[in-house]
């Protein structure tokens, strides 16, 4: 089995908003691999199908970012889910836009998504696609920049970034995310 989660938060005035880059990374691999996001349980919504003998399932939390690990906790007991079945996909501040960056483990960096995921897990050890939103320049608080839409002039590496990051997951569908890594990073 494997689980794929975009961190996002639910509603209309958060769609397209930096901090929902997960939810757009799902959105999009659901829609390569004829996923429908149409099941609503473990405080988010979901889908799955089978693919190359692989269950991969696909959730969007909707917990708001700050308790993403309730909804991911949750699916992963229902099913028996394994941590290393497990790929979590967020915006980052510290990447520039358009860059994607895979890893293992590692902190939460001060992104409260991934604070809640630690929390609910137990460890810090699984994999992530951390995409770039980078930090705003203007001296503009964090917390209204990452609630705040991508500039037009910056949409091009987004949706570069998206596809990436697709790509990334089908790839771990196939292969160990070491491997997927070597390629992406």
Same mark, same amino acid.
């Given at each position: 089995?494997?689980?794929?989660?975009?961190?996002?938060?639910? *509603?209309?005035?958060?769609?397209?908003?930096? $901090?929902?880059?997960? =939810?757009?990374?799902?959105? %999009?691999?659901?829609?390569?691999?004829?996923?429908?996001?149409?099941?609503?349980? !473990?405080? *988010? &919504? !979901?889908?799955?199908?089978?693919?190359?003998?692989?269950?991969? !399932?696909? #959730?969007?939390? #909707?917990?708001?970012?700050?308790?993403?690990?309730?909804?991911?906790? %949750?699916?992963?007991?229902?099913?028996?889910?394994?941590?290393?079945?497990?790929?979590?996909?967020?915006?980052?501040?510290?990447?520039?836009?358009?860059?994607?960056?895979?890893?293992?483990?590692?902190?939460? *960096?001060? $992104?409260?998504?991934?604070?809640?995921? &630690?929390? $609910?897990?137990?460890?810090?050890? =699984?994999?992530?696609?951390?995409?770039?939103?980078?930090?705003? @320049?203007?001296?503009?608080?964090?917390?209204?920049?990452?609630? *705040?839409? =991508?500039?037009?002039?910056?949409?091009?590496?987004?949706?570069?970034?998206?596809?990436? @990051?697709?790509?990334?997951?089908?790839?771990?569908?196939?292969?160990? !995310?070491?491997?997927?890594?070597?390629?992406?990073?």
């Amino acid at each position: 089995m494997k689980l794929i989660v975009g961190l996002g938060n639910p *509603g209309k005035q958060y769609e397209h908003t930096r $901090h929902n880059i997960g =939810f757009e990374v799902v959105d %999009a691999l659901a829609e390569k691999l004829d996923i429908s996001l149409d099941q609503a349980k !473990f405080k *988010g &919504i !979901f889908g799955y199908r089978t693919i190359e003998g692989e269950k991969v !399932f696909l #959730l969007k939390p #909707l917990t708001y970012m700050n308790l993403s690990g309730e909804s991911i906790s %949750a699916l992963m007991n229902y099913y028996q889910m394994d941590v290393e079945d497990l790929v979590v996909i967020y915006d980052d501040l510290d990447l520039p836009v358009g860059k994607i960056r895979l890893r293992q483990k590692g902190s939460a *960096g001060g $992104h409260n998504g991934i604070k809640s995921i &630690i929390s $609910h897990l137990g460890t810090s050890d =699984f994999n992530r696609i951390r995409v770039g939103i980078n930090r705003p @320049s203007n001296g503009m608080p964090i917390v209204d920049y990452v609630l *705040g839409r =991508f500039q037009q002039e910056e949409m091009e590496q987004v949706q570069i970034a998206v596809v990436k @990051s697709v790509d990334a997951c089908e790839e771990w569908i196939k292969k160990p !995310f070491i491997q997927v890594m070597n390629i992406y990073n």
